[in-house]
């Protein structure tokens, strides 16, 4: 079935070092891939998205690329800081445009001051 | 816009209690979600509404699980009877089209 893997479960980084998390999926027909960072006791919340039609995308430390020959996309956080420290998940649509999101597991970020 | 409310946000119950738990979702999104989070299995979506009715409950675990939308406005999930293993943290979350989730705070539920 659809699938999507997140790579690594847990990163930790000094503050002002570079942060990336890496996601591949199995749908050939996804063409939305979100990002979402939750904190602690809270719900996750959208932070960027891509969409098949392009090849990156950044906002501001932020920024998403995707290489759909080889299925996977990635979150690059430049200059973290400690307020970066969340839950990271990637997610793809699956069952095409009007389809639902299929979630990583995962990427506990922590931001070391 | 609140987002998406539920309630209760800590749930602490007795193994063979029914638990129901709320959700509020956005106004004007039409579709609804039910997931639940577990550190061994991350976000796993349990059922889903459009138009307020259920599309796709495959991920209900079992017979003890029921979900319902008998409004725009108001779902339920309900466990009847609750067990331990069913301690996580439940999400609702509503959209209006594939790019626009937005989830609730969550509940933490505990079953002893």
């Known amino acids: 079935g659809e699938n999507v893997e997140q790579h690594p479960s847990t990163l930790s980084v000094q503050e002002g070092d570079s942060a990336v998390i890496k996601c591949t999926y199995s749908?050939?027909?996804?063409?939305?891939f979100p990002w979402y960072k939750q904190e602690l006791g809270k719900g996750p919340q959208l932070i960027i998205d891509?969409?098949?039609?392009?090849g990156e995308k950044k906002d501001q430390r932020i920024a998403v690329t995707l290489n759909k020959t080889a299925k996977h996309f990635s979150l690059h956080i430049t200059e973290t800081q400690p307020e970066d420290s969340a839950v990271y998940f990637c997610?793809?649509?699956?069952?095409?445009?009007?389809?639902?999101?299929?979630f990583g597991k995962g990427t506990k970020l922590s931001v070391k001051p | 816009d609140a987002g998406v409310i539920q309630s209760p946000r800590h749930e602490v119950t007795e193994m063979g209690q029914e638990v129901t738990l709320r959700c509020k979702p956005i106004?004007?999104?039409?579709?609804l979600f039910w997931y639940r989070q577990t550190m061994m299995r991350g976000l796993e979506l349990l059922i889903y509404?459009?138009?307020?009715?259920?599309?796709?409950d495959s991920g209900m675990p079992e017979d003890r699980f029921s979900a319902k939308m008998p409004n725009a406005s108001f779902s339920t999930l309900k466990i009847q009877p609750s067990e331990p293993r069913d301690s996580a943290v439940y999400f609702c979350?509503?959209?209006?089209?594939?790019?626009?989730?937005?989830f609730g705070s969550g509940t933490r539920l505990t079953v002893v």
């Open positions: 509404f459009n138009n307020n009715v259920p599309i796709d």
């Open positions: 749908d050939s027909a996804s063409n939305y």
């Open positions: 106004s004007g999104h039409n579709s």
């Open positions: 997610a793809a649509n699956y069952g095409g445009s009007q389809g639902n999101l299929i």
């Open positions: 891509i969409r098949s039609n392009v």
């Open positions: 979350a509503s959209r209006t089209e594939v790019w626009g989730y937005t």
